[in-house]
C-alpha cells in the first residue's frame, strides 16, 4: 500500500478529546488529522455529563454555539439495580449531552477549522519506528506525532504498554 497523506499530527478518535486536541492544533497552524473508525453521527452512550469548567474550555476551543446541551442539573440520585441508595447535590452543575449530536457537533466544527478528517476506517498497525499508520483497507497515512484519543480500550495506548488492561468504573445516568 502507498502512503497516501501526510500529516503533522494523526489523531486517532473523533470524540471530545480527539477533536478538542485537534481544534487547538489546527487553530495553531499544524496539519491536523483525525481517524475514526465510525461514520458520524454515531451511538455512544457514555460520558454525557459537561461540568461548567468543561463548557467554558469548550466554548474557547470551539467557540460558543458549537454545541447544545440537552439538559441541566446540580442533584445527583444513585440507585442500584431499582434500589435507591442516595440523593446528593453535585458541588457545581452538570450539563447532560447526548454524545451521538455532542461529538458529531465538535467534529463539524474541527473540519469547518481546516482539520482532515477519516471516518469509518479503523486503524489497524501502527508503525511507530517509522511513524505510519496503516487502516483496515491497506491505506497507510505518516505523521510527525502520533495522539492516542481512541478511549479506554485505546489501541495507541497498547502500542507503547502492551500488558494495559483498562480498570474503570462506569456509571449512567
Do not use: W
Not at 51 to 60: E, G, N, R, V
Not at 86 to 91: E, I, N, S, T
Not at 123 to 152: C, H, M, P, Q, R
Request: charged share 25%; hydrophobic share 35%; net charge neutral.
Amino acid at each position: 500500500a502507498k502512503i497516501m497523506i501526510t500529516k503533522d499530527l494523526v489523531i486517532i478518535g473523533g470524540g471530545p478529546s480527539g477533536t478538542s486536541t485537534g481544534a487547538m492544533l489546527v487553530r495553531n497552524g499544524y496539519s491536523t488529522l483525525i481517524i475514526d473508525k465510525h461514520t458520524f453521527p454515531r451511538k455512544k452512550l457514555c460520558a454525557g455529563g459537561v461540568t461548567d469548567q468543561s463548557k467554558a474550555l469548550y466554548d474557547q476551543i470551539f467557540g460558543e454555539g458549537t454545541y447544545t446541551f440537552s439538559d441541566r442539573t446540580d442533584e445527583f440520585n444513585i440507585y442500584f439495580m431499582e434500589k435507591f441508595i442516595l440523593k446528593g447535590d453535585h458541588f457545581y452543575n452538570l450539563n447532560f449531552v447526548r454524545r451521538e449530536v455532542f461529538d458529531n457537533q465538535l467534529l463539524t466544527r474541527f473540519k469547518e477549522l481546516g482539520g482532515f478528517v477519516i471516518e469509518g476506517k479503523k486503524a489497524v498497525k501502527f508503525d511507530l519506528e517509522n511513524s505510519v499508520v496503516t487502516l483496515e483497507d491497506g491505506e497507510e497515512i505518516s505523521y510527525k506525532v502520533l495522539v492516542g484519543a481512541d478511549g479506554a480500550t485505546s489501541l495507541v495506548r497498547k502500542q507503547f504498554n502492551k500488558g494495559y488492561t483498562p480498570n474503570i468504573f462506569c456509571m449512567e445516568t
